[in-house]
């Protein structure tokens, strides 16, 4: 079964390009049809559509029955290793913070920044909600920060909106950038590049969703009062998106970008104190709390997790819930050295896949036959670095260190199987040819196809959830489609995900997870109807944006 005989891909192997392209949509449109049509679980659907490409790689194209499911255990194999090992650590640190206490403290340390509603919007859902998604993902950033919000005294529905539409621009890069390491991998286009394009894309969108936030907490007057924390925020974010991006650590971006937009928050309120926007909580005291709260543009709340007569949280333990942030940035900055850097990188796990040899259309040899695993530099191992340091700092014992991350592990089994068989699929569609087959096709519409990439990526997200998954099945497609009608394939690739960040909001698994949170069980397409606007709107942005940067007008912003 496993005797190797060449595979040469073949676009037209199904009667024509036409047909090949038609015939290769089938396990895509499995996967959406199970997921967004017959809401059958993720997993499920991922499972199902695999066993559709195996099926049309054998039959259809005629690669060799071994050689499928060959591609399809690598493709698995790195849904694992780097893919699911990044995620993997990266929660069980969030985790560790939760046992302890400290993300307690933390949450309490933005919500008592300002007590204007505005204000906690960017704090909490925008800048907060960054922090988690960089390192949690898979719909937390919603699901707590939409809790946070109730807290602070929002209204569920507007409460879960506002947590919706803040989890846009991190997206690309949650996770410790695991999306767009995978768009990389799959794609074959240089880590750099790939994270150096989306990272003048996406910074874009964070420069109006601070914005947004604070139209849909308070509308007119909430734009009028709080623009300018809003557009400080945005800025910052932005800058530290696209500078960290680009010239420091694509897992880091995130973090980076949260944390210098709630720094310049609070800069800004130091600045204009008596600012509406401003208005902060009186300082609590052992027995009581002072008098006289500020009235504010946008409401008041209290923190509604604390009892007003509770001592507050000490600058100590403060400075040890920021801890674990600062101790990431300080690991990844040191890898990142050099001499160091070029040392960790010479760690790896390199070979040929057993069972393949694919060649590309042209006779070349295609680079689905290769795997290689950077040990010691990929962001999984240094996040178990960052972990131990973490633990030691916070207290975690050596064996509630350990059980964290066993029931990390746990949490993480449904998306550990859909992740490995979202990416079989992609590999398998990529080493039979079916990707080139749509690629190619899609070629076809020209010019016109820079502005419609994001929305391929917008709609693969809407229905996976997830912007990794939508890169996995469709960058490849992209460079394709690109390479066919003479556009930068890192352009159309990037697009993919920058497109699918706005896909995010209206995708049924946050949509559900929203509803869930601020207990507004089977009141999804309410949310669905108050955030499908603000996520067209934004991509007809983006989609504008993509156009013009294929274009001579703004091609002088790509790397």
């Not at 997993?43 to 695999?50: D, N, R, S, T, V």
């Amino acid at each position: 079964m496993w005797a190797l005989a060449q595979y040469q891909q073949d676009p037209e192997a199904v009667g024509g390009l036409g047909l090949s392209a038609l015939v290769s949509v089938l396990p895509l449109a499995v996967v959406l049809v199970l997921l967004g049509a017959l809401r059958v679980r993720a997993h499920w659907a991922a499972l199902a559509g695999l066993g559709t490409a195996l099926v049309v790689a054998i039959a259809g194209f005629g690669m060799p029955f071994g050689m499928s499911l060959s591609a399809a255990a690598h493709g698995a194999v790195f849904g694992l290793f780097p893919i699911l090992w990044i995620v993997v650590n990266a929660l069980w640190v969030f985790n560790m913070t939760v046992a302890t206490g400290h993300f307690d403290v933390l949450r309490r340390s933005f919500g008592t920044l300002s007590i204007d509603t505005r204000t906690q919007a960017i704090l909490v859902a925008f800048c907060f909600g960054g922090l988690l998604e960089a390192l949690a993902g898979f719909g937390a950033p919603v699901a707590i920060t939409s809790v946070m919000l109730v807290a602070l005294g929002f209204a569920p529905v507007k409460a879960a909106v506002v947590a919706l539409v803040a989890n846009t621009a991190p997206v690309a890069f949650g996770a410790m950038g695991v999306p767009v390491i995978t768009l990389a991998q799959v794609t074959g286009l240089p880590l750099d590049v790939v994270s150096s394009t989306v990272g003048r894309q996406t910074p874009l969108l964070a420069l109006f969703v601070p914005l947004v936030l604070v139209f849909i907490v308070d509308g007119r007057r909430g734009l009028r009062e709080a623009w300018v924390p809003a557009l400080g925020c945005g800025v910052v974010f932005a800058l530290g998106q696209f500078l960290t991006s680009n010239f420091f650590s694509v897992e880091l971006t995130d973090i980076v970008a949260s944390l210098a937009g709630a720094v310049t928050v609070f800069a800004l309120a130091r600045v204009q104190p008596n600012a509406v926007w401003a208005a902060r909580k009186p300082a609590l005291t052992t027995g009581g709390s002072s008098t006289g709260t500020p009235s504010t543009g946008g409401g008041s709340t209290g923190d509604g997790d604390r009892d007003p007569e509770e001592t507050p949280d000490s600058p100590a333990e403060i400075r040890k819930a920021y801890a674990p942030y600062a101790i990431i940035i300080v690991v990844f900055a040191l890898a990142q050295l050099p001499g160091i850097k070029d040392l960790l990188a010479s760690v790896k796990i390199a070979f040929a896949w057993p069972g393949l040899d694919v060649l590309t259309p042209d006779g070349a040899r295609d680079k689905v036959n290769d795997f290689s695993f950077a040990v010691l530099s990929t962001a999984g191992t240094l996040m178990v670095v960052a972990a131990v340091i973490v633990a030691v700092v916070l207290g975690v014992g050596a064996r509630r260190t350990i059980t964290t991350w066993t029931t990390t592990v746990g949490e993480l089994k449904w998306a550990i199987l859909t992740v490995a068989s979202v990416l079989a699929l992609a590999y398998v569609m990529n080493a039979s040819g079916q990707t080139t087959s749509i690629g190619l096709f899609v070629a076809g519409a020209g010019a016109a196809l820079a502005f419609l990439s994001p929305v391929l990526g917008w709609f693969a997200v809407a229905v996976t959830g997830s912007d990794t998954s939508a890169n996995a099945l469709f960058g490849s497609l992209q460079v394709t489609a690109a390479q066919g009608a003479g556009l930068p394939p890192e352009l159309l690739a990037s697009a993919n995900s920058s497109g699918g960040v706005l896909g995010k909001m209206l995708s049924p698994q946050n949509l559900t997870i929203a509803a869930a949170a601020v207990k507004l069980d089977g009141q999804e397409g309410t949310l669905l109807r108050k955030v499908i606007g603000w996520s067209l709107g934004m991509l007809l942005i983006l989609s504008t944006l993509i156009a013009l940067q294929a274009s001579p007008v703004l091609s002088w912003m790509l790397p």
